[in-house]
């Protein structure tokens, strides 16, 4: 992944001009592309398969924007230690812009891409609950816009003939149909996320739930540099009612950090997922099974433990070492317009938390809305509660005053850390959704001395 400063701009004012400049270039650039050299509209064939293949579209163009305002009310703390959400009021803001494009190599192969620029913070830096509440914060927040290339990567389809199955045109999806007995093989820098652990109402932050915990199995400590990112290659079997999925990927060379680590014979994570696809009574639903194993240069909690003198700095008895996990994930139609999820998470908890989030054990579920009952059929609710644990010498380590990736009070009361979140998503245009969120979290950071946290939030998503 290659990183660099997109802007640099004084004040903050001026900043913001120079984003509103960035919006135009890039629109400016794209609405030429998609309607044609000359700026005509092109006709109704050419807009979804310009040109075309037999097996489908070969090109498409994508961009989306999210920008995120969170804050949260003051509450009561009895202490506040390194990694702490601030007990005072505080208001943070997030932005995003992803430039997609997919081009059809060859029958059956594609290539992806995606430029991601970013800017802003989450709440306290991104730390202080374990479930964080924005899923578009970044551990490493920015002051300016800064780009990276966070997707690029081949997808080869070799299909088994027989009866097929549409692809809907979207991001890293080019339309088109597709056998649905067929084998996918994906290779390159994309997110582990892209492929496993996917839920049709509790999966992307953009547009669903924002919290950490509810866009992934808390648990899984799903191979990622700091942006969420890591190179690897999965394979997919896929049938009409199963599939499988075994993916192998780096992990970071520090304990989330940006870069990755090279030494691949003893830093990797290997993911694999069954999932099984049904419809009762002509209500989709699935139940996908999750195992992981992940090796990397991480430190023990024991060990940590066992040697005062290093002052609970984990860093310090980094070694090659395994941590492992499994995880369940379901999602079921109930009627028109209503779908339920749920998520089961576990890890072995011996080892640091290496790239995702300081979880051992979670549990979350919650529904999802549409609005066709109120007539706002592309509106949508969502109402969810999750549960996040530790192991018990996790426990012991927080309590003695280590730090995590998310959590560090300097000690502990320790109880497991609940969550309840709401949103509506509102479509106020064609390509535009405003989402009110509200968030309660009880226990933030497994401390019951600190808290309970209310936080909200307004999300603006545009996409095209």
């Known amino acids: 992944m290659v990183g660099f400063h997109a802007f640099k701009i004084g004040r903050r004012a001026a900043w913001r001009c120079g984003w509103l400049g960035t919006m135009v270039l890039l629109f400016a650039v794209a609405i030429p592309v998609a309607r044609g050299q000359d700026g005509s509209a092109p006709d109704k064939v050419q807009d979804s398969t310009t040109p075309t293949l037999p097996n489908g579209q070969t090109w498409n163009l994508h961009i989306q924007s999210t920008v995120v305002g969170q804050g949260h009310t003051s509450f009561p703390a009895e202490y506040t ?36 620029v970013w800017q802003g913070y989450g709440l306290s830096n991104t730390l202080g609950v374990a479930g964080f509440p924005n899923g578009e914060a970044f551990r490493v927040g920015k002051t300016y816009p800064d780009a990276a290339i966070c997707r690029a990567f081949i997808r080869e389809t070799i299909g088994f003939g027989g009866e097929k199955e549409a692809a809907e045109e979207a991001p890293f999806e080019l339309g088109g149909k597709n056998d649905i007995r067929r084998l996918t093989l994906t290779m390159g820098h994309f997110s582990a996320k892209d492929i ?54 780096q992990v970071s060379k520090v304990a989330n950090g940006l870069r990755m680590d090279w030494n691949v014979a003893n830093a990797w994570s ?64 109930i009627r028109k317009n209503l779908g339920v999820f749920a998520r089961l998470g576990w890890s072995d908890g011996k080892n640091q938390t290496y790239e995702f989030t300081d979880v051992d054990r979670t549990v979350s579920a919650g529904l999802n809305l549409k609005g066709g009952q109120w ?24 309590a003695a005053g280590g730090l995590g990736i998310t ?46 946290v209310n936080l909200v939030a307004l999300r603006l998503h545009t996409e095209f």
């Open 81 to 116: 230690g390194a990694n702490s959400l601030t007990p005072g009021a505080e208001v943070r803001d997030t932005v995003s812009v992803d430039v997609m494009g997919g081009v059809r190599l060859w029958h059956g192969g594609e290539f992806f891409t995606d430029v991601l």
């Open 196 to 249: 496993f652990d996917t839920n049709a109402y509790s999966n992307d932050p953009r547009s669903q739930f924002m919290n950490w915990a509810l866009m992934a199995n808390g648990a899984w400590d799903y191979p990622a540099n700091t942006l969420g990112f890591s190179n690897g290659a999965a394979v997919e079997l896929n049938s009409r009612a199963w599939a499988g999925r075994l993916g192998l990927f």
């Open 270 to 333: 290997a993911v694999a997922e069954v999932e099984r696809r049904y419809s009762p009574r002509g209500h989709a639903g699935a139940l996908r099974l999750l195992a992981y194993d992940t090796r990397a240069h991480m430190g023990s909690y024991q060990d940590t433990l066992n040697n005062p003198a290093l002052d609970e700095n984990i860093g310090l008895t980094a070694a090659y070492r395994h941590k492992y996990g499994f995880g369940i994930n379901l999602e079921q139609e």
């Open 407 to 452: 959590v560090g009070d300097g000690a502990l009361d320790y109880s497991a850390e609940a969550i309840v979140e709401a949103y509506y998503n509102w479509k106020i245009a064609k390509h535009f959704q405003l989402t009110p969120d509200y968030q309660f979290a009880q226990n933030p950071a497994y401390n019951r001395a600190r808290g309970p």
């Open 375 to 398: 007539r706002r059929p592309q509106d949508t609710v969502g109402l969810a509660v999750v549960i996040n644990g530790i192991s018990a010498v996790h426990r012991q380590f927080l």
